[in-house]
Structures are given as structure tokens and as C-alpha cells.
């Protein structure tokens, strides 16, 4: 006897709002910013109950498509202003060290003025741990001047960084002193003022989903990641700042270029 194919489950009502309210979000027929219709007017549309309807919701703010707050409703999450992190980066703000003319912007490869340019900054000394003494390469316990920085521009949380140098390189040192920030020409032009050259920077780079901090001091709508980059600052061989940079996945842009030829 011939057996009957099995059949392919209906997806569930939820699904099918979602993916309308989904297909109009991508197509701008709801820009970004823009509210969605109220649940009473989706249950109408759609002949769906109210659970179906949140149901339909919940799935789009876990994607990370609409933000719901309180009093206003549920949106179309806003696009973002995205940064380009390139691998000429450093290079850039090296050559602006060496000409004297240090950078007035937030980055070197987005025109962001210092006018537009807020900081939130917190310094501390703290002995290394062993996962940061490993970058460094010294003993567990070794003294550090720890930064933390929340970045933003125009106002929108932009990344925040942990920021690592050595106690016994930056002690008593303008560098040490946070009403010196924001430093022109960032992180380069502090090492350089202390005579430390940049020759070299390694970074790691990772994905993953915020945790309660982040979210709360980068305005991480829910369903977005994450990207770490962590930073090792080389000067020859040595190991001068170690750093673990978060940036929301939506505001960022990983443009690298690797060069095979020689």
C-alpha cells in the first residue's frame, strides 16, 4: 500500500502577520522611524486575536526590525549612522601624529566634529588580569591604568570601549589624567607624546549578543548584536595598550583589505 504524503504544516498566524508587517518594513512601505499600526488595527486587518498580533511583534523586535516603548507604541527601528572601521585606520592617524596635524574628528574616515562629539569617561588603576596580562604579556597582577569610555555622536551612543596601558609608562602623565579627554588624534598621539611610536596593532574581532550593560549604555534594541574587537597596540615587540572595543552590529562596517601581492 502506498503510503500518503505527510502534509506540510500551515504556519502559524503570528508568522504570517510578521512576515507582512516584515516585507513592508524592507520595501519602506513603514520607513524607518515610522510607527506600525496599533494592535487593534493589525488584529482587524489580519482577522487575528490580540496574542497573535504581540506574538507577530515579539518575533520582529527578536530580529531586531521594530522597537516597542512605552506610550508610544511600536516602530520601525531607525537606521542608524554607521562608522567604517578600516585596516588603514591606524595608518591614517600615524601620519597625522607625524605631520602635526591631529585629527578633529570622531574618526579618521568619518567627518564627526569634536562640536558633535561627547564622551562618557571613567579611569581607575586595577592589576591585570590573567586574560589581560596574557595580551600584554606580563605578570598576572601588574599594575594598569584601566579607561572606560561610552562614545557618541550627535548624540547616539556610538561604541564603548575598556581601554588598558601600563601604570608604570602613563603615571603622572597628562595621559593619566581624564580632563585630557577627548585627545586629538585619539590613542596614537597620547602614545606618541610619551615617545612611544605605534608600529604595529593586531585586533580580534568576534560577534555576540549584548549583555545588560551594553545594552543599556549603547541603546541596543533587542535581536542586535554585538561586534568586540580586541586590541593589541605594539610598539616592536612590546605590547603597550590592550583593548576591548563594543560596537552595536548596526553601526559599524568591517572594511579590511589584505594585500597578497608581496
Known sequence: MASVPAPHPE????????DELRRRIMAGAIPP?????????????????????????????AEGLVVTEMGRGTYARPVMPVRRLGSDRYRKELDQVRSGELGTSFTADQRIGWSAYTLDKKFREVPATDATAELFGVQPGTSLLERRFVFRAHGVPQQMSTSYLLLEMVAGTPVADPANEPWPGGNTSQLHS????????REQVRARMPVADETEALKIPGGVPVVVITRQTYVGDRVVEVADITIPADRVSLDYRIDLSS
Open 33 to 61: 522611524g515610522s510607527l506600525l499600526p496599533s494592535e487593534s488595527t493589525l488584529m482587524a486587518e489580519f482577522s487575528v486575536a490580540r496574542g497573535t498580533v504581540r506574538e507577530a511583534l515579539a518575533l520582529l523586535r
Open 194 to 201: 610619551l615617545g612611544y611610536t605605534i608600529t604595529s596593532v
Open 11 to 18: 504556519p502559524r498566524r503570528y508568522r504570517l502577520v510578521a
